[in-house]
């Protein structure tokens, strides 16, 4: 599983749909119901659980970018599901000492929150509760961690101050 995650560009890793697997591997592991990203929840599981992964170089896959699709749209508060996937991830890596796939996610759930944390204010109540509830749960996660390097604390501990000031004001 380390090897999978090293790779310079991980997304042919993180969707399910470019892959076989045997049914085996989905014994107890399912996409959770009604969430997006449903991928990010279930791979690393299954890349777990497999005693032989190959890789086979070859684009012999169309992928077809529909309007509308989640590729295809901006960040929205939906989106939130990813995160909330790639916290449980990180609580899975850390589980198994997995220093630097940890260290690894926890920089591309900061991205995240980086990137978005101004569209976690929305006037919907029920999105804005559970967006927040993950953005928590991530927060206190990554400043538990034995494993967030002092750089990576010291930007989640920043994005925490500015989501408080951004809240208050």
């Not at 990180?90 to 630097?100: G, T, Y």
């Not at 991205?111 to 749960?137: G, H, P, Q, W």
């Amino acid at each position: 599983i380390e090897r999978i995650y090293d790779e310079i560009s991980p997304l042919k890793y993180v969707v399910i749909w470019n892959k076989l697997y045997k049914r085996d591997l989905f014994f107890n592991v399912r996409f959770p119901i009604g969430k997006i990203h449903e991928d990010e929840f279930v791979n690393y599981l299954l890349y777990y659980k497999s005693s032989l992964i190959k890789y086979i170089d070859y684009p012999g896959y169309l992928y077809y970018k529909r309007k509308g699709s989640i590729t295809n749209s901006g960040f929205n508060i939906n989106h939130i599901d990813c995160l909330e996937a790639l916290n449980q991830r990180h609580v899975f890596f850390e589980k198994h000492k997995w220093k630097k796939l940890t260290e690894k996610n926890i920089s591309i759930m900061l991205y995240l929150l980086n990137k978005n944390i101004s569209l976690f204010y929305t006037n919907n109540e029920c999105l804005k509760d559970n967006a927040l509830d993950v953005i928590r749960r991530s927060s206190k996660d990554i400043m538990q961690s034995k494993y967030a390097t002092f750089r990576q604390k010291t930007i989640c501990l920043y994005l925490c101050i500015y989501r408080y000031i951004k809240h208050l004001t």
